[in-house]
């Protein structure tokens, strides 16, 4: 079982939260699943958060689960 949900939701809430605080990033999508590009299908827990910030410039933050 991994965290990945929880941590992408706590990532998206807090950078949520800034673009009203710190006026650094003006755009937070959703958090995205890993799926198969043309399928459709559940590929991993991964999940990606697209950000953008005052000056345009996008960002792509990254939530998956390392294999030890």
Do not use: Q
């Amino acid at each position: 079982m991994d965290f990945c949900d929880y941590i992408a939701h706590k990532i998206h809430g807090t950078l949520k939260k800034s673009i009203d605080e710190s006026m650094f990033v003006t755009k937070v999508d959703k958090p995205k699943l890993d799926l198969h590009p043309t399928e459709g299908w559940f590929i991993s827990s991964k999940k990606t958060i697209d950000v953008v910030d005052r000056n345009g410039r996008r960002y792509k933050v990254t939530v998956e689960a390392v294999e030890d």
